[in-house]
């Protein structure tokens, strides 16, 4: 199977993810028979994503108002990021988390 293959039919179930935590459990459900990488890669940045908003909702609430409103709005704009690079069939990594996330749900295949 070539790239374009895995991104073309794995590109419905990517864009899915990011639509909420229930956009990701559906996506990464419907594609565990089909083991599509474009999905799973786009599946842990979503999870990152959603590591990121708690952590900003914990900020908000505990530490700064405004800190965790920045930091909302910081995962608001890598959300964004994260989709456009689904919706136009690309591996477009989360800026200096992406990585980090990929590394740490790599055991998502």
Same mark, same amino acid.
């Given at each position: 199977?070539?790239?374009?293959?895995?991104?073309?039919?794995?590109?419905?179930?990517?864009?899915?993810?990011?639509?909420?935590?229930?956009?990701?459990?559906? *996506?990464? &459900?419907?594609?565990? !028979? $089909?083991?599509?990488?474009?999905? @799973?890669?786009?599946?842990?940045?979503? =999870?990152?994503?959603?590591?990121?908003? *708690?952590? &900003?909702?914990?900020? !908000? $609430?505990?530490?700064?108002?405004? @800190?965790?409103?920045?930091?909302?709005? =910081?995962?608001?704009?890598?959300?964004?990021?994260?989709?456009?690079?689904?919706?136009?069939?690309?591996?477009?990594?989360?800026?200096?988390?992406?990585?980090?996330?990929?590394?740490?749900?790599?055991?998502?295949?």
């Amino acid at each position: 199977m070539t790239q374009n293959t895995i991104i073309k039919e794995g590109k419905t179930l990517a864009i899915v993810n990011y639509f909420t935590i229930f956009g990701l459990l559906i *996506a990464v &459900s419907l594609n565990i !028979e $089909k083991r599509n990488p474009f999905v @799973f890669f786009h599946a842990r940045q979503m =999870i990152g994503l959603i590591i990121m908003v *708690a952590f &900003s909702n914990i900020c !908000e $609430k505990y530490v700064d108002s405004i @800190f965790g409103t920045i930091l909302y709005f =910081i995962t608001f704009a890598a959300w964004v990021h994260s989709l456009l690079g689904a919706i136009n069939g690309k591996y477009q990594l989360i800026p200096y988390l992406g990585p980090i996330f990929q590394d740490w749900f790599k055991s998502l295949k």
